[in-house]
């Protein structure tokens, strides 16, 4: 039959009372304190409590993560489209496409019209291998890049005609690599000469002797006249206030 355990304490006073010696009671107990041992407790980890946290934040970006209107990137003209100046042909972040002939590009990397014309998407390998560029020609049927060294284009809507009707004459004299005529003046003024511009015009000297052809006798201009320099002076300023009085008119 098995016993109960009785702890070390209780069998040191059990076997102090058995004894035949008689003890008085407070001797017992003095011997049963010094038999006593103590043992350190087993050190205990500490228990957390499970919390469930909350299932939407208060404050913070929390409550501001909303997604904000788009921004309409992309094309906006497609290829061998009209647009004019001012025009956006392709809006983007950073330079997915540069803008190439007639064609700008905003600080937002925005890509637009310079001139009126069609559009081209396009490479050119001459001015970088692996950039795309967008331009505007002014023809349909014009392709994008242009050869190297082929002319340039025509800009402000002007086309490029043949010229006809220009008459040619006799003494003709060498202009810009090319023969430009010549016309004879009314009145045996000297030869008219078609200029730079196609102007025909008149030398500056035979336009200064005008007035000797015609016969008329012009006052002489004396450096050292006053008078005369004081006269033409007050002409200039009078001449030069009424045309300011006109402008304020209007």
């Avoid at 010229?163 to 010549?182: F, Q």
Wanted: hydrophobic residues 30%; contains cysteine; aromatic residues 6%.
């Amino acid at each position: 039959m098995l016993q109960p355990q009785i702890p070390p304490s209780m069998r040191s006073l059990r076997s102090l009372s058995s004894s035949t010696t008689p003890h008085p009671p407070s001797t017992l107990l003095l011997l049963a304190l010094t038999r006593l041992t103590l043992h350190p407790r087993p050190p205990t980890t500490p228990t957390h409590t499970p919390s469930r946290p909350a299932s939407h934040a208060s404050q913070g970006r929390a409550n501001k993560a909303a997604p904000g209107p788009g921004k309409r990137l992309g094309a906006k003209k497609g290829d061998s489209q009209l647009v004019v100046p001012g025009n956006i042909i392709f809006r983007q972040r950073g330079t997915h496409w540069y803008a190439g002939e007639n064609c700008g590009m905003g600080r937002d990397h925005t890509i637009f019209a310079l001139q009126k014309g069609f559009v081209r998407y396009y490479r050119d390998p001459d001015r970088h291998a692996d950039r795309k560029y967008i331009g505007v020609v002014f023809e349909r049927g014009m392709e994008l890049p242009r050869a190297r060294g082929a002319s340039r284009w025509r800009r402000c809507g002007l086309e490029e005609r043949e010229r006809v009707g220009v008459r040619e004459g006799e003494g003709a004299v060498e202009g810009e690599g090319e023969k430009m005529g010549t016309l004879a003046g009314k009145g045996g003024a000297g030869d008219v000469v078609l200029r730079e511009g196609y102007q025909y015009r008149e030398s500056n000297w035979s336009i200064g002797r005008t007035a000797e052809r015609a016969g008329v006798k012009v006052r002489a201009y004396k450096p050292n006249d006053r008078w005369m320099a004081w006269r033409k002076t007050n002409e200039r300023k009078e001449r030069n206030a009424e045309k300011r009085s006109l402008r304020r008119k209007k």
